[in-house]
């Protein structure tokens, strides 16, 4: 069993749509990422959380520590949206364990 | 604006041929790591430096080589041992050691064999 798992594995949606990407892991963590992939193959990290709720933009993450659970919203999806979108957690002390990534396709 | 540069883009290798990728960063971290990315597979840790002139295996180290001459620098050599070198290269720094910070990445670099 993988140690972080993440679902949908690929995700199709309108413009506008309201976007779900969930995240689940089975390991002690200090805090988990969220990272997009961008067709190149380039890599921007969206957030860090270690509790509660972030927001930027129209991108928000949000994490429950006790049920091991992290999931990413885009609200209002555009186009420029698509892309893969990774979930990583930090086990302290020891480098991220990643996911393998929902692919998301957001069409006019 | 500081960042990570991975060169080159695309590289192919023959077989029996060593290659390196190179990667700097000018964004003072102490932490570099090299990762690999296959079709279908979440990122997986070659090789990560936390310090100059230190570092340490990942979960798939066989093949590879690394070396940590410079603060900024953190090139990976794919050795003719790898068996299955193709695959996306990304390499990433962050200024924790610990991992508890985020990471910065590079643009990759796609590995294919003649």
């Known amino acids: 069993k993988n140690e972080v798992e993440q679902s949908p594995q690929n995700l199709t949606a309108q413009e506008g749509e309201f976007i779900t990407i969930n995240c689940s892991y089975s390991v002690g963590i200090s805090a988990l990422h969220w990272l997009q992939q961008h067709p190149g193959g380039g890599i921007v990290s969206l957030f860090m959380?270690?509790?509660g709720k972030k927001k930027h933009g129209r991108l928000i993450a949000t994490i429950n520590i006790q049920e091991k659970h992290s999931s990413l919203h885009i609200t209002a999806s555009h186009p420029r949206d698509s892309a893969v979108y990774i979930c990583?957690?930090?086990?302290?002390?020891?480098?991220?364990?990643f996911g393998k990534g929902t692919t998301l396709s957001v069409s006019s | 604006d500081g960042g990570i540069t991975q060169s080159p883009k695309y590289l192919f290798r023959k077989e029996g041929q060593n290659v390196t990728l190179s990667c700097e960063q000018n964004?003072?971290?102490?932490?570099m790591y090299w990762y690999r990315q296959d079709p279908g597979q979440g990122l997986r840790l070659i090789y990560y430096s936390q310090i100059v002139n230190d570092f340490q295996k990942g979960d798939i180290a066989e093949g590879y080589s690394v070396s940590r001459e410079k603060k900024e620098s953190f090139p990976l050599t794919v050795t003719s041992a790898q068996k299955n070198p193709t695959a996306f290269y990304l390499c990433?720094?962050?200024?924790?050691?610990?991992?508890?910070?985020?990471?910065?990445f590079g643009d990759g670099t796609r590995l294919s064999i003649l």
């Open positions: 990583a957690v930090s086990p302290a002390g020891t480098a991220l364990i």
């Open positions: 964004l003072n971290h102490d932490a």
């Open positions: 959380l270690s509790s």
């Open positions: 990433a720094s962050s200024p924790d050691r610990a991992g508890g910070q985020p990471q910065h």
